[in-house]
Every structure is written in C-alpha cells, then in structure tokens.
C-alpha cells in the first residue's frame, strides 16, 4: 500500500520544504527540529520510507540507522539522548521513522525542569 501523499519529511528531502540540513549522505538527512525539546534537537531521517522504525526488519538497515544518528550526535555534542517515538501511543507525530538527538544542556536534561 502506498502512502497517497509524501509526509513531511519526504517534502524536505525533495526540498518542496524549507529545513536547517546539518547532515546528509545518499540515504540519510539530519536536520533541526523546528519545535526544539533541547538547545540541540536534530532529527535523523532515513531517505527510504517506513512509518515506524519497528517495521525496518533488516539488521544492517536498522544498525545503518543507529550508526549515522551517532555520528551526527558526535558532530553536535559530547553528551546527548537519542529518542525514537513509535506510534501514536508512543509520541510518534510524523509518520516516517525518525531519531531524535536531544542534548546541550548544561547540567544534564533533567536541568531544564522548572
């Protein structure tokens, strides 16, 4: 089945959408979160399509995907979260698998409680 329209972030890889691109190879982008949770919020976004990362079933797939958010988190921070939401239950909002990097806090993440 296929999806009738592109989601969001199939509309930023063609560049029909604006975005802050802070990585990309031929089958990943990273870019900032427009809604931050962190001073450093970037999202990894692999250019093939599922909508949660539960359905990619390869293991070299699924480690790629890991793999290349380490190295954009690398790039941006020294310490940092990464955060996959899947499903609605699960926070999930755009559905197009995605891994949140979240970090550059001062005292850790818990610092930024009020």
Sequence with gaps: M????PTLFERII???LPADVV???????AIRDIAPKAPIHL???PKKVTARVDEITDPAEMGDLWLTAVKVARQHA???R???NCGPGGGQLVFHTHIHILAGW???PESDVQ
């Design 82 to 84: 990464m955060v996959v």
């Design 23 to 29: 990585y990309e190879d031929d089958r990943y982008i």
């Design 2 to 5: 296929t999806n009738p329209s």
């Design 43 to 45: 999202l990894v976004i």
């Design 78 to 80: 020294g310490d940092y």
């Design 106 to 108: 001062d005292g850790g």
């Design 14 to 16: 063609a560049r029909e």
